[in-house]
């Protein structure tokens, strides 16, 4: 019987509520209720146990040691965990850690730990690109990461031709997952492509009444991608931006593109970059006393902006696929571990941290479909491919998150709307709130 998506959580084996149902219910009724993952390793010692008991060599028998690199996975993980875009790269690091402690505290991969070889790319696509040939030759098995939309484009042909798979947690830019041929590609993705965040946010805005928008975009790989989708989805609505600011990253006065947009009439502000130019957009409309909302993408979620911009970022609306509510019983266990673990009272960005978690499991339970103990790239990439047992998570449930053709685990039905309120971002609609009890799948 397939438990409800709602029902049951992942909880380590030694957890005191897990050995309380243990206690309580027959043990073929639980194994047949309770996610796979956490079974397999008590599967296998049971008949690694079956067959000693068949055949126990002697006790001077000398048996052969195993290679530490033999009781490992080593697993890439890349991302900027220093530097201007920390406070989004470092809780995707802390998600990815907790799901491979949780599944290392259970066994592992039948009995082999993972093992995270980390790499700090500090936003530079140059850096970022040395480092993941790096991590080719240091012979993972597949990698993990990447936040920012251009420091993973400079690298995306170096993991293509190891054939080396890549799951991006984080980066959003539409071009990532679109690089290569469906069936050629091994990078995949568990974060919300700009591809469907851009017309989530203008299907609301028009809803609201709001038609007369002033696109702000940084002019970075992020930003470019980013103005270009919003553009296309105004087009679908046929409509046309009323004003477009270009400006770098880094920038710290956009006073005067704030004027040119008020003049032009604009109602709304659609911001399209990634760090605290963000919270320079939102204290500029303060100043000029211009009270249009601003809208966006799931940066408006970042500290950057909400610590930075204030009382100026309050009532900020953006794309959300995971909001820190405890909504249900998996969401809530995962914010508990979370703030246990690293000992915060919140997440910096909830949404980089509970998607990274996410693609832990879903690799885990694509590792199991591979039942020969070839780790090459192309059984990987297979493997991820193919429809396995359903994960429960946290973002969502993944009956199967990927295939040869679609690289993108996130579809539109799973994002809500996000609203800054009192310093955290909430749901901004009161039935989405109730739509988040159940998590949703893909579409």
């Known amino acids: 019987m397939t438990p409800p998506s709602t029902r049951f959580r992942l909880l380590p084996a030694h957890h005191p509520k897990r050995l309380h149902r243990i206690g309580q219910r027959p043990l073929l009724s639980l194994l047949s209720r309770l996610p796979l993952l956490p079974l397999l390793p008590l599967l296998a010692g049971l008949f690694m146990a079956a067959s000693a008991g068949a055949q126990t060599p002697a006790p001077s028998a000398a048996l052969p040691a195993a290679s530490p690199a033999a009781n490992t996975l080593k697993i890439g993980v890349i991302g900027p965990f220093t530097g201007g875009s920390a406070d989004f790269g470092l809780p995707m690091l802390n998600g990815i850690e907790q799901a491979v402690d949780e599944i290392n505290a259970v066994g592992g991969y039948l009995g082999r730990k993972l093992e995270i070889v980390r790499k700090d790319d500090q936003a530079s696509p140059d850096v970022g690109a040395k480092l993941s040939q790096e991590l080719v030759a240091e012979k993972v098995v597949v990698t993990l990461g990447f936040c920012n939309t251009g420091v993973a484009a ?21 071009p990532l997952t679109a690089k290569y041929p469906g ?66 990253v880094g920038v710290k006065d956009l006073t005067e593109e704030l004027k040119a947009a008020k003049a032009a009439g604009a109602n709304v502000v659609f911001s399209y970059t990634v760090g605290p ?86 690799l885990m339970y694509a590792l199991f479909g591979i039942r020969d103990g070839n780790f090459s790239g192309p059984s990987i990439k297979n493997a991820l491919e193919t429809r396995q047992r359903t994960y429960y998570g946290v973002v969502a449930t993944y009956e199967q998150p990927f295939t040869r053709q679609d690289k993108d685990a996130i579809t539109a039905n799973m994002l809500v709307m996000g609203m800054v309120k009192n310093g955290a971002v909430t749901f901004a609609y009161p039935e989405d709130a109730k739509r988040n009890l159940f998590v949703q799948r893909k579409q």
């Not at 400079?154 to 080396?164: H, P, T």
């Not at 038609?211 to 975009?217: E, G, H, S, T, W």
């Not at 790989?221 to 400006?247: I, M, N």
């Open 154 to 174: 400079k690298s995306l042909e170096i993991y293509q031709n190891a054939k080396l798979p890549l799951i991006i947690p984080c980066a959003t830019g539409t």
């Open 277 to 362: 130019e963000n919270a320079v957009i939102a204290k500029g409309r303060q100043a000029l006393d211009w009270k249009v909302p601003q809208v966006g993408a799931w940066p408006l979620s970042f500290p950057f902006f909400i610590d930075g911009g204030k009382d100026a970022a309050e009532g900020a609306l953006m794309a959300q696929t995971f909001i820190a509510e405890p909504s249900n019983e998996r969401r809530a266990s995962f914010l508990t571990s979370y703030a246990r673990k690293y000992q915060v009272k919140k997440i910096p960005v909830p949404m980089a941290a509970a998607q990274g978690y996410d693609a832990v499991y879903i």
């Open 183 to 248: 069936p050629e590609s091994y990078i995949f993705r568990t974060s919300a492509k700009d591809a469907i965040q851009a017309p989530f946010v203008v299907e609301d805005i028009v809803k609201r009444g709001w038609d007369k928008v002033a696109i702000f975009a940084d002019t970075s790989g992020y930003g470019e991608a980013g103005l270009k989708d919003v553009e296309a989805a105004l087009t679908a609505k046929s409509l046309k931006p009323t004003y477009v600011a270009r400006f770098p």
